[in-house]
Nanobody
């Protein structure tokens, strides 16, 4: 069974940096897009960054220029390097992967999230 496990969240002061990781466990035969979302307290989940299987990358305007998404295909892991963090970056960060496991059915997989807290 495929699972996504995020790590790297924590408490950091404004201006600091964090590197989030999302590791895919289980047998994934094909991974398409790997995406980071976040959800701030009392707000809806929002898109942060995506990297496709062809390494096409896109960022939300709110993090553009401060964040870098990357992937390690050998490890089926996606990373999000966040710099110059702001209090408004606070939230739970979720990893999403679209891909196919051994049954070849295209599915959406979600991690349980990792909490990022940025203090002012």
């Amino acid at each position: 069974q495929v699972q996504l496990v995020e790590s790297g969240g924590g408490l950091v002061q404004a201006g600091g940096s964090l590197r989030l990781s999302c590791a895919t466990s289980g047998s994934m035969l094909q991974i398409n897009g790997m995406t980071w979302y976040r959800q701030a307290p009392g707000k809806q989940r929002e898109f942060v960054a995506v990297i496709t299987s062809r390494d096409t990358i896109a960022y939300a305007d709110a993090v553009k220029g401060r964040s870098t998404i990357s992937r390690d295909n050998a490890k089926n892991t996606v990373y999000l390097q966040m710099n110059s963090l702001k209090p408004e970056d606070t939230g739970v960060y979720y990893c999403h992967v679209a891909g196919r496991a051994s049954d070849l059915v295209l599915r959406n997989y979600w991690g349980k999230g990792t909490l990022v807290t940025v203090s002012s």
